[in-house]
C-alpha cells in the first residue's frame, strides 16, 4: 500500500504549540500538508499569551522541509475563529482540514464551581470549535471537500471527578460533531471526533502509572487518518491512547414498549429497559425514529 499524502491539503491545528497539537501539525506537515499552526500560548488555565510556542513549532516544520505559520489568535471569539481562517486563505488560498484541539483547564467540584471557572473552559473548547469551524465551514462547502476533527475527552463521555465544565463542553462537541457530519455529508465534508489519552501539561499530574505510555505522538496518526481524503467515517468518536485505538458509540437497548404505560410499568419492567442486550447503534434521530416506527408496527399488527 502507498504511503497516504497530504500534498496540496491546507490545515489549521488549534492549540499546536505543544502537546497533541504539536504532533498532528508536525505529522501533517511531514505528509506534505501546509499547516498554520494556532496557539494563544497561554497557561493551563488560559491566561496569558505567548507567540513563542506557535512560532517554535512552525520553525521546526520549516527547518524539516515543511510549509508552516504561526498564528497566536485566541479561538475563544469570533473574531479570533475568523482571523486563523483567514490566515490560511491568505497563505495558501483555501483550507481543507480543521483540528480543533486547543483547551484548558480550570477544574473544581461541582460544588465549588463558579462563573470565572465555567466560562472560559466553554468559550476555549466547545465556542472555539465553532467560531474556527464557521468560517471554514463556508469555504469547506464552496470546494466541496473538508475534514473537520473535534477534540473531545473521556471526562466528557464518561464524565471525571472535579470537571463538570470540562466534561459539559467535551460532551458537547460529540454533539457538534454529528451535527456537522450530517449537515456536511452532501458537501464532502466529513467530521468525526476524538477521545485522546495522552501525556500533556493539562494531564501529566493525573496520569500516574499510565503517563510514559500514553505519549502524544501515538494519538496523531488516527488524527491524520480521520483528516485524510480517504478516511471513509464521518460523525464517530475514536478513543486513542498509547497506541491503541477504540471506537465510541452511542448504543440504544431494545427497551420495553406499552401504548398505556405507567409508572409503575417502568418500575415493574426497568431491568428489561436497561438490558443492553441486542442494542443498537443509530447513525442519527432518523434511525431513532424507524426504529421506533418498527416497534409501533409490529405492536399493532
Known amino acids: 500500500m502507498s504511503a497516504l499524502s497530504f500534498e496540496n491539503r491546507v490545515a489549521i491545528v488549534t492549540g499546536a504549540g505543544g502537546g497533541l497539537g504539536r504532533e498532528h501539525a508536525l505529522l501533517l506537515a511531514s505528509r506534505g500538508a501546509q499547516v498554520v499552526v494556532n496557539d494563544l500560548g497561554g497557561a493551563v488555565d488560559g491566561s496569558g499569551s505567548d507567540l513563542g510556542p506557535a512560532a517554535r513549532v512552525a520553525k521546526e516544520i520549516n527547518d524539516a522541509g515543511g510549509v508552516a505559520v504561526a498564528d497566536g489568535n485566541s479561538v475563544s471569539s469570533p473574531e479570533g475563529g475568523e482571523a486563523i481562517v483567514q490566515r490560511a ?27 470565572d471557572l465555567l466560562d472560559p473552559v ?3 473548547h466547545l465556542k472555539g470549535a465553532f ?4 468560517p471554514a465551514w463556508v469555504k469547506m462547502r464552496e470546494q466541496r471537500y473538508g475534514r473537520i476533527v473535534n477534540t473531545a475527552s473521556a471526562s466528557g463521555i464518561l464524565g471525571n471527578f472535579g ?5 459539559a463542553a467535551k460532551m458537547g462537541l460529540v454533539g457538534l460533531t454529528r451535527v456537522l457530519a450530517a449537515e456536511g455529508a452532501k458537501y464532502g465534508i466529513r467530521a468525526n471526533v476524538i477521545a485522546p489519552v495522552a501525556r ?13 505510555k500514553v505519549r502524544p505522538e501515538l494519538v496523531a496518526p488516527i488524527v491524520a487518518w480521520l483528516c485524510h481524503e480517504d478516511c471513509p467515517v464521518t460523525g464517530e468518536i475514536y478513543s486513542a491512547g498509547g497506541g491503541r485505538i477504540a471506537r465510541y458509540f452511542i448504543g440504544l437497548t431494545r427497551g420495553y414498549y406499552n401504548p398505556t404505560l405507567t409508572l409503575e410499568d417502568v418500575r415493574d ?12 447503534v443509530p447513525g442519527g434521530v432518523p434511525e431513532e425514529f424507524a426504529e ?9 399488527a
Open 89 to 115: 486563505i491568505d497563505e495558501w488560498g483555501r483550507i481543507d482540514i480543521v483540528i480543533n484541539n486547543a483547551g484548558i483547564l480550570r477544574d473544581k467540584t461541582f460544588q465549588s464551581m463558579t462563573q
Open 122 to 124: 466553554i468559550d476555549v
Open 131 to 134: 467560531y474556527v469551524t464557521r
Open 163 to 167: 470537571q463538570s465544565n470540562y466534561g
Open 200 to 212: 500533556t501539561r493539562m494531564t501529566e499530574d493525573l496520569l500516574g502509572p499510565l503517563a510514559d
Open 269 to 280: 419492567h426497568f431491568g428489561q429497559i436497561r438490558d443492553e442486550a441486542d442494542y443498537l
Open 292 to 300: 421506533l416506527a418498527r416497534v409501533f408496527r409490529e405492536h399493532d
